[in-house]
């Protein structure tokens, strides 16, 4: 029976196992360098074509990576110490223990019979191949036992010529306070680590799951990398003793670099200027032949391409073997091709460019820009700035394209690239920033950075930026100097605990800083450590005191939340307060805010009111609505005394004005053209428009102007003045040219969603128009005798001001005396009355009166206002329904409402149309109820379309109601 079975186990191994040779043989001949491999992942989206020559660096921890069965990845290391204790187990597993089992067994039945198939087959090797070896699939897996855990693989070559794409596969089981991670890092000559970038931290109990780090481009120095692999604990200090987390098909993958570069770095163009783009290609793939640009417009269309052919000779730089270039970095070029725009108007546009050529994928990137000019209005500083909590370390990251976004992915952590005082300065200007909150944290020994922040600050100074120093906190190494319990104090109240300590590091500097800046922040815009410190009033007291040293008198600020209520006057003793929250507030709950805040503060004068003002999220709104969330916000902080508004990191990616690279995003130019139209303005107040489209009316003492928008597209027809531009947020200027309308001068405004700025409109015509009102809001339905209509409007110049005013109402109206001349002083108010019949065919309703002024100036003004006035009795309100019912019947249903104080009744004749008998109800309303009577007639469907007359009598009164019912389905 053994035999038997060992005889059938042997065929089946016979078999297999000739399988494994071939395997084998397989294996030997791709080779079996444990940390690469020449292949690309079939999931990576780019065509393995563009990169097929370009070596894949991948860790799967099979037998490959463990040549002298260890269960340790060969050539890796870990990291040891208090924190990483060797208890912590970490070693090669199989992900299914059972399967490997079944494996080995089957591996030593095979060792058993394996000296008789070598007798039969002479060229088998002495010792049989692991099925195991082959057939498990193994992973990195690391068990915690109180303590966390680092390691890194060896070190591998890198090219500047090339992008790379990480990815790696994590699981994690019962973790409560650590999280895994996984590092890319880069390496300089020496062995210094310069930069890494990490994936998203994996938490709690999560399934296999592939991370990514896509487009990371190594820094200048880097020539060699690796992957780091850490487990690491909560931010309180706390670390599990159990729990699991695995690591697997870790991959660094190369790809060509397509760069997208304008000749402004930063993607600011004046008007006029000629933007030159170029696309450079680093490691140029074979069969590359052009570059196809594109430029978008703000609205995603297509405005010019262009196809430019790369020259044979484009591609000049040579690499040794492991990849690098050779040439001098000045010409670490392989290929570059340029174009020309066209002209453009003011306005946001996007770059795109793509490698094409024979059997080539595309490989594509793209940038933006955005085309400037000066907006009209007066020189003088506003209120809105930024906070740039990196100096004038910019970032300038990639510009690449994602190449697959169907897995978690981390973005690349950019470089920050220093910019010169006189070009950030310049950058500032250009996009309307009135304020800056600079980071003012010097070293004590750093006398050249001490020395830049001075000339940067006396920049500010002479192009009359308003500058506020931020002492947020210290150099990473001058963090230990404080004495600070945990790096989680790395916070103001924290920092300046101990005078003792901070007044001497921050001596130098602010005895330098000081005499040029009077307004500082303690701590970051988010810092509100100082929120519930007992004793608050002599504290800030006294920090103000030591920072200004022999200085001139400081004005400190500190941070406070939204979510808590401003400490009154007599608790405070800092010059202003930066209040902010989240999630942002809407332009509603920010006025409501404000309102608030000042009413707690009128009772004295109080501390400064600075807000932060950042835009909503990109990832969760799109992009017409946080352009209006924006600029409404900015709107409402001119309604009240605010001193200055910030957007606290203009930088960030879902919530700021800059892309990665500092060139602009889509918010860039909305926030500009508020700030600079606005932003030295007062909020005044609106216009009734005959569209009902909501506004905002911005004025000075010389100057006005009008913000309107609309959810659905709507055009108002006013004069507003002779020489009227609109500006449309993207910083678009069009001439409003003046046309004729019923006898008058007007402009036609196209109103829609996004806001948009009207100005050069007359501040005293604007004035007039806001001033003018009708008090009776409703007049009686009392057929044929005479009625009162006072208007009142105002002179809002400080000269005297006379004219003439003409009312037109509906024809069924008749005015005793239709025109009235008038004449008003410097700043008053005049009311005057029009008397007014209604015809006996005058309806119950809503009526827009139109008024219209001629101004007795040099030119005359004439311009038409229009209020709406009901008619019907007052407190009485009709609703009407109509309804073809089975059958054919129509039924009409009326309703009346009774808001007044008396019971109101009525006579009611319902009139069809010509040929048609009428029905009559009689309508008694109590006050304050609702009475309905339904009207019926056969043949319903004849009546659709047409209209119905209700006549009713008032019972034991005068008033005679005429009402129009329209007959629907």
């Not at 966390?148 to 409560?176: D, E, H």
């Not at 690349?412 to 600079?438: A, C, F, M």
């Not at 001497?504 to 005499?515: A, G, I, K, S």
Request: glycine letters at 8%.
């Amino acid at each position: 029976m053994r035999r038997t079975t060992a005889t059938r186990g042997g065929g089946v191994l016979r078999i297999l196992f000739l399988s494994v040779c071939v395997v084998t043989a397989s294996g030997q001949l791709l080779g079996g360098n444990p940390a690469s491999g020449a292949e690309a992942n079939a999931d990576s989206g780019v065509s393995s074509n563009i990169h097929r020559q370009l070596e894949t660096f991948r860790w799967s921890f099979g037998r490959e990576s463990d040549a002298n069965f260890d269960d340790w990845p060969d050539g890796w290391r870990r990291s040891r110490g208090h924190r990483h204790p060797q208890y912590v187990g970490i070693a090669i597993a199989a992900h299914d223990p059972a399967f490997e089992q079944q494996c080995q067994n089957l591996d030593s039945a095979v060792m058993r019979v394996w000296p008789k198939l070598r007798k039969q087959f002479s060229g088998l090797p002495v010792l049989p191949p692991s099925i195991a070896d082959f057939l498990v699939d193994r992973y990195l897996r690391v068990d915690l036992d109180g303590g966390l855990a680092m390691v890194q693989s060896a070190k591998v070559n890198t090219s500047g010529l090339y992008q790379y794409r990480f990815t790696a596969r994590v699981t994690t089981q019962g973790l409560r306070h650590d999280h895994a991670r996984v590092e890319f890092v880069f390496y300089d000559a020496s062995g210094k680590e310069i930069e890494s970038h990490a994936t998203e931290p994996v938490r709690g109990t999560t399934a296999w799951t592939k991370l990514v780090v896509n487009n990371v481009q190594p820094p200048p120095a880097a020539t060699e990398m690796c992957v780091r692999l850490i487990v690491d604990g909560a931010e309180d200090g706390l670390e599990d003793i159990r729990g699991s987390i695995g690591f697997d098909d870790l991959q660094i993958e190369p790809f060509p670099q397509l760069q997208l570069v304008t000749n402004e770095p930063l993607g600011i163009y004046p008007y006029g200027r000629t933007a030159t783009a170029t696309a450079i290609v680093l490691g140029l793939p074979t069969g590359a032949s052009r570059v196809h640009f594109r430029l978008f417009d703000v609205d995603g269309n297509e405005i010019k391409s262009q196809l430019a052919s790369i020259e044979p000779n484009a591609a000049s730089s040579e690499h040794d073997e492991a990849g690098r270039t050779t040439a001098p970095p000045t010409t670490k070029l392989d290929m570059q091709v340029s174009w020309d725009l066209p002209r453009l108007p003011p306005g946001f546009y996007q770059i795109a460019a793509s490698l094409e050529g024979q059997n080539l994928s595309s490989l594509a990137t793209e940038t933006t820009l955005a085309v400037i000019e000066p907006l009209p209005g007066d020189t003088s500083p506003g209120c809105f700035g930024w906070t740039l909590p990196t100096g004038d370390r910019l970032p300038r990251g990639g510009s690449h394209r994602d190449i697959n976004t169907s897995e978690i992915q981390t973005p690349r952590n950019d470089y920050h690239e220093r910019i010169s005082p006189r070009e950030l300065v310049t950058w500032l200007t250009q996009l309307g920033v009135d304020w800056v909150k600079y980071p003012c944290w010097v070293a004590p020994d750093d006398n050249q950075q001490a020395n830049r922040v001075a000339e940067i600050f006396t920049r500010f100074q002479d192009n009359e930026i308003q500058t506020v120093g931020m002492l947020d906190q210290p150099r990473e190494d001058q963090v230990p100097l404080y004495d600070l319990r945990s790096r989680r104090e790395v916070v103001a109240s924290q920092l300046f605990r101990d005078a003792k300590i901070w007044q001497p590091l921050l001596e130098p500097v602010m005895t330098r800083l000081t005499l040029k800046v009077r307004k500082w922040q303690l701590g970051s815009d988010q810092d509100f450590s100082f929120l519930g410190r007992s004793h608050l009033r002599d504290s800030i007291n006294n920090i103000s005191i030591g920072l200004q040293g022999y200085g001139q008198p400081l004005e400190v600020a500190i941070c406070w939340p939204w979510s808590e209520p401003p400490l009154p006057e007599s608790e405070t003793s800092w010059q202003a307060v930066c209040r902010s929250g989240s999630p942002e507030l809407t332009a509603d709950e920010l006025d409501a805010a404000l309102e608030l805040h000042q009413h707690q503060q009128s009772q004295s004068d109080g501390p400064d009111t600075w807000v932060l003002l950042d835009p909503i999220s990109k990832t969760r709104y799109d992009r017409d609505d946080r352009v209006l969330d924006l600029v409404l916000r900015m709107a409402t902080v001119r309604k009240h005394r605010v001193e200055a508004a910030f957007v606290s990191n203009p930088h960030d990616e879902d919530h700021g004005l800059l892309n990665h690279e500092s060139r602009p995003d889509v918010l860039l130019l909305p926030w500009r053209t508020t700030a600079q139209l606005i932003g030295n303005l007062r909020q005044v107040g609106s216009l009734r428009l005959r569209c009902d489209a909501p506004n905002i009316v911005f004025a000075a003492a010389n100057r006005a102007v009008l913000m309107v928008w609309s959810n659905q597209p709507q055009e108002e027809i006013l004069y507003l003045g002779e020489n009227v531009q609109a500006i449309d947020v993207w910083g678009k200027t069009e001439k409003l040219p003046v046309e004729t309308y019923e006898n008058r001068q007007v402009h036609r405004i196209k109103i829609g969603k996004l806001p948009l700025f009207l100005v050069g409109v007359d501040p005293d015509l604007l004035a007039f128009r806001m001033s003018v009102d009708i008090a009776q809001t409703q007049v009686d339905s009392l057929l044929g005798q005479i009625q009162p209509i006072d208007v009142t409007f105002a002179n809002p110049s400080r000269d005297g001001l006379a004219g003439t005013m003409r009312i037109r109402g509906p024809e069924a109206w008749s005015f005793e005396q239709p025109s009235i001349e008038w004449e008003l002083l410097g700043g008053s108010t005049t009311n005057q009355q029009v008397e007014v019949v209604l015809g006996n065919n005058a309806k119950v309703g809503k009526y827009e009166l139109a008024l219209d002024f001629e101004l007795q100036t040099v030119p005359p003004k004439r311009l038409t206002v229009y209020r709406n006035v009901t008619v019907g009795p007052t407190g009485l309100e009709l609703k009407s329904t109509t309804r073809i019912l089975d059958g054919g019947q129509l039924r009409v249903e009326m309703e009346m409402i009774n808001h007044s104080d008396a019971t109101q009744s009525y006579d009611c004749m319902l009139f069809p149309q010509a040929g048609r008998q009428y029905q009559r109800r009689f309508i008694t309303i109590e006050p304050g109820q609702t009475t309905r009577r339904d009207f019926y007639w056969p043949d319903g469907a004849q009546l659709l379309g047409g209209t119905m007359l209700l006549i009713a009598r008032e019972q034991d009164g005068r008033r005679i109601l005429n009402y129009e019912i329209p007959v629907h389905q």
